[in-house]
């Protein structure tokens, strides 16, 4: 598992990008997207590579906000997810 330091780190990478926009502050467990960011550790850990894919950031996000986000955009987050998770 992540240690706090890196579910922290996350949280930030989510806060700074902000996918809900002002839709955000109407979230009222949102709590700085800190079960998104452990979800999106959980399910990078449990698959074959080890690594966050575009497609798990899009997938958590998705699910827990019913939005619809860009490939491109869930690409950057992915590699700053995995930058975070190397260290």
């Known amino acids: ?38 979800d999106i550790v959980s399910t990078s850990l449990i698959t074959s590579s080890g690594r966050c894919t575009p497609a798990t950031i899009r997938s958590v996000l998705e699910d827990a906000f019913d939005l619809s986000l860009d490939e491109q955009k869930c690409r950057e987050v992915s590699k700053k997810v995995n930058l975070i998770l190397k260290n």
Not at 7 to 17: A, D, G, S
């Open 1 to 38: 598992m992540a240690s706090e330091k890196q579910i922290q780190r996350i949280k930030n990478v989510l806060t700074e990008w902000n996918p809900l926009g002002s839709e955000a502050s109407s979230v009222s467990d949102l709590d700085d997207y800190d079960t998104e960011a452990k």
